[in-house]
């Protein structure tokens, strides 16, 4: 038996994967209805003392962000989702929807805020905004004023404390 959480409304399910069809890419919830999308690993091993997963619909991915290595941090990609994203340092105290693992403590918590968003055009585009950061964002070497909001071009670079990050559309 596995434990999943339905994304939809948040009940808990046990679920015998020995039962599930191996074609099977998605059941009903029975409390809610909703589809609820599986993916089958045939070498996990659940037992009854697994910490609950939540199993997230399916997203599609509408650009990332490369972290740039450097002395403070490794090399990293942040895939990027229609939708806010906070992005910002990797802490225990999470306040970032991103976090990057680092230990640059210029950057700040959550730095920045990447918003997807359709246009009237039905065209995806992305918009960077600072988030009240205390060291400030620099975004193609200018730094951006506390209120203003930038729409991002593939290869554009961002620089949150030391790190340096390019987007990719």
Known sequence: ?????????????????????????????????????????????????????????????????????????????????????????????????SGIQTTDRSMSRAHILIEVKKDAKGYYKHYLSDNNSKNNTLFNNKYLDKQEVVVLQDGDEIVIGHTLIRFNA
Do not use: W
């Open 1 to 97: 038996m596995i434990p999943i959480k339905c994304p939809h409304c948040a009940v808990g399910l046990k679920i015998d994967e020995t039962k599930i069809p191996a074609h099977l890419t998605s059941f009903k919830c029975p409390k809610c209805k909703a589809q609820i999308p599986v993916s089958l690993i045939h070498a996990c091993q659940a037992t009854e003392e697994s910490e609950t997963v939540l199993v997230q619909p399916g997203r599609e991915v509408l650009g990332s962000l490369l972290i740039h290595e450097n002395p403070d941090t490794p090399q990293q990609e942040i895939l990027l989702y229609e939708g806010s994203q906070i992005i910002g340092r990797k802490s225990n105290a999470e306040t970032s929807t």
